[in-house]
């Protein structure tokens, strides 16, 4: 199935409720026109992408084309969901940008080791938030060409 050039499938694993709104929200804000999907922590994440659990009913629809990625969840934690989906063949593809208030050294070196697109520290502000929205589906829906999901 080809993918609409001006629709894109965002998905976004956070476990806090207000950070997936504020998301939401922003996304409103800079007057995007996409899909966008959430989960709550890793393990949500990879059923969502696997299609299992409750996911099974959305075995014919495509994967998300970029994942916004929370460190810091219960369960699954995103280091654990991104070495998972890195390690997943029909996974790997899909640009995986964290998205996270650590900005500890560590953390960023890991997230790239495990094969992270990008590592950006939340913003503080709401305008910040819109702005980064903006300037994440300039570069990733405007400038880069994504696969195609099949």
């Not at 991104?82 to 964290?98: E, G, M, Y």
Request: hydrophobic share 35%; proline share 5%; net charge negative.
């Amino acid at each position: 199935m080809e993918r609409s050039e001006n629709l894109i499938h965002i998905h976004m694993c956070d476990d806090d409720p207000d950070d997936r709104l504020l998301f939401e929200d922003a996304i409103a804000e800079a007057n995007l026109i996409n899909d966008i999907s959430f989960t709550e922590d890793g393990q949500q994440l990879m059923d969502f992408l696997n299609r299992q659990g409750d996911y099974k009913k959305l075995h014919d629809k495509e994967l998300p084309d970029i994942i916004l990625l929370d460190l810091n969840m219960p369960r699954k934690d995103g280091r654990e969901a991104l070495k998972d989906i890195k390690d997943t063949p029909n996974l790997r593809h899909i640009p995986i940008v964290i998205l996270t208030t650590s900005k500890h050294e560590e953390d960023i070196f890991k997230s790239y080791n495990l094969g992270a697109s990008s590592y950006i520290a939340k913003p503080v502000t709401f305008e910040k938030l819109v702005d980064l929205v903006k300037q994440l589906s300039n570069y990733w829906f405007k400038i880069v060409k994504l696969p195609e999901n099949s």
